[in-house]
């Protein structure tokens, strides 16, 4: 009977033990957290980037003087088609690359339709955002008379949320923050089992 009680106990502890183990992480070097608690995800950002205010996506950018910027939102998916798979479908391409490909389309259509100059530049391409599949665009579009350039990972999980983690920069400030963002996509971290 102790010896029943004893593992029911440690079982206990165990699992407590792990389900605490994605809730808080350390930040890499030379990054801050930008995620809020509320986010099933955290995204570090450079230490001398500005967090902006959150509204359910989380925002940082680099200055005021360089407005260059990464969000990261999770949408709901709603649309089944998403995980419409092709008859003739590569049976070395991971299903979720696939949904994160259909996502795209149907975002992209939206783009298209919205943004004046909107203009694809590569993509989408198969890619990892913490080990999970996922896909990244490139495009490009004017607002206000700038071209501003947006490169985006795209990972759909659970078969429930898509993941867009974006960076936006006008086009001549682009390639001066692409290192921060390829660090940004590096340090991306997902709470494993965690969907709130």
């Known amino acids: 009977m102790k010896k029943g009680l004893i593992c029911i106990l440690l079982s206990a502890v165990f699992i407590l033990l792990c389900a605490c183990a994605n809730t808080k992480t350390d930040a890499p070097s030379g990054m801050k957290l930008a995620s809020v ?10 230490n001398d980037w500005t967090i902006a205010d959150q509204d ?9 003087a360089d407005k260059s910027n990464v969000t990261c939102a ?7 088609a998403v995980f419409d798979l092709p008859a003739d479908k590569d049976e070395s391409k991971p299903d979720a690359t696939v ?11 939206e783009l298209e339709s919205l943004l004046p100059g909107y203009r694809l530049i590569s993509g989408p391409v198969s890619t990892m955002l913490n080990g999970s599949p996922a896909v990244r665009c490139r495009y490009v579009a004017t607002l206000s008379g700038t071209e501003y350039n947006f490169d985006m990972v ?6 429930m ?7 936006t920069a006008e086009a001549s400030k682009y390639d001066t923050n692409l290192q921060s963002f390829e660090k940004i996509i590096s340090e991306f971290v997902f709470q494993t089992g965690v969907l709130k």
């Open 99 to 109: 949904y994160a490909e259909n996502y795209w389309r149907g975002y992209a259509s």
């Open 154 to 159: 795209i990972c759909v999980r659970e078969r």
């Open 74 to 80: 999770r949408y709901a998916i709603s649309n089944e």
């Open 37 to 46: 608690d509320a986010a099933d995800y955290y995204m570090y950002v450079p």
């Open 56 to 64: 359910g996506v989380t925002s940082a950018y680099v200055s005021i």
């Open 161 to 167: 949320y898509a993941y867009m983690l974006t960076y």
